[in-house]
């Protein structure tokens, strides 16, 4: 079936028409009224909103595309290529990511997504210093796998991790937490696969809760009686949830999909709407069991600072990778394959 090209007209998107209307506005007033729950200005978050409005749009540049057979030609505008503020170039690294996953990544194991939460009153902590993240994924890696490890009792067991940071939640509140695609089970030095078919998630969380504490108190992140008070917490916020069912080692459909989802934009046009008369937005998502509502009504200001919040900041890497699924990792499986198949190749007389 032959695809036909559709132009974006960028200058329609809600997303566009408030930035035009408010980008100004909002980094105006930065400093007198968000950089104390913000933290200084960012210059490459800033860019990267105001690169946005270019994406997309025909004024900003184009390339003219001409069919040798036909003589057919369209323009084709040229786009921001920006991650979290521009929904269109972010999600079409998403789906190339995704697919990367399912075909470089992934090894043929059945796999566990699990997501980790951390207390409301830790939010802070990364708030204004988004690279403090890069801490947190580590000790969800390295919890993540001592765990897999005990349950295995193979100490030494190699475990696949991918982890993706999300700074959302509904209606763009400041919400860090991590998804991650982890292998469900562990391999031993054989090479040989152990599946874990239990779940301890409440068992997971303490540890979580204790290193993550620990970790931040030694780099002086949080004090002693903030650590010892969350410590005496019954219901201490370190949530983690596990996916309903293991993803097959033949369900590579599945495995993409999940790898779209935790790779998504934190927003979402087909639920914003833009008011021109009174310059606000209207967010609609999954009814907030705090307000009571399906829908949240933002200033022009007031949204691009929350959609601010999620843009990650240049050079910072919202995906990462661990253990047998590291860049070396892989680097070392690609090479070994290589070879097994030049030594299993006759060579040519």
């Not at 968000?34 to 997309?56: E, I, Q, T, V, Y």
């Not at 495995?255 to 967010?283: C, D, G, H």
């Not at 995906?319 to 198949?341: D, E, M, P």
């Amino acid at each position: 079936m032959s695809r036909q090209y559709r132009p974006r007209h960028a200058r329609s998107s809600p997303l566009w028409q408030c930035l035009h209307d408010s980008l100004e506005s909002f980094t105006a007033s930065y400093y007198p009224n968000r950089s104390k729950f913000l933290g200084p200005l960012d210059p490459s978050r800033k860019n990267a909103l105001r690169d946005s409005l270019r994406c997309g749009d025909l004024a900003s540049g184009f390339l003219r595309v001409q069919c040798p057979d036909c003589d057919h030609h369209y323009l084709l505008p040229f786009t921001c290529k920006r991650r979290g503020c521009c929904p269109s170039c972010h999600q079409r690294r998403a789906l190339d990511t995704a697919t990367f996953i399912r075909d470089e990544v992934c090894l043929p194991v059945p796999h566990w997504h699990w997501v980790f939460t951390i207390p409301r009153v830790l939010r802070n902590v990364f708030r204004k210093e988004p690279h403090r993240l890069t801490e947190l994924c580590h000790l969800v890696a390295r919890t993540l796998q001592d765990w897999l490890r005990e349950q295995s009792g193979i100490p030494d067991g190699r475990t696949g991790i991918v982890l993706a940071i999300h700074t959302f939640g509904d209606y763009l509140a400041y919400h860090p937490h991590i998804h991650c695609l982890a292998t469900a089970g562990v391999f031993d030095n054989a090479h040989q696969f152990h599946l874990i078919c239990g779940t301890g998630c409440e068992q997971l969380a303490q540890l979580f809760r204790h290193r993550v504490l620990h970790r931040l108190l030694e780099l002086k992140w949080i004090s002693a009686r903030q650590a010892d008070k969350l410590l005496a917490w019954h219901h201490h916020g370190f949530n983690i949830d596990q996916g309903e069912s293991a993803i097959g080692a033949d369900d590579a459909n599945a495995l993409e999909r999940l790898a779209q989802y935790f790779l998504r934009a934190p927003i979402s046009l087909q639920k914003m709407s833009w008011n021109a008369q009174t310059k606000t937005v209207l967010y609609r998502s999954a009814r907030s069991w705090r307000t009571k509502r399906n829908f949240e009504l933002f200033s022009g200001p007031d949204f691009v600072a929350a959609l601010y919040e999620h843009v990650p900041p240049k050079g910072f890497q919202t995906l990462r990778y661990y253990g047998i699924y590291s860049n070396k990792a892989r680097g070392q499986r690609k090479k070994f394959t290589h070879q097994v198949s030049a030594v299993k190749t006759p060579s040519s007389s």
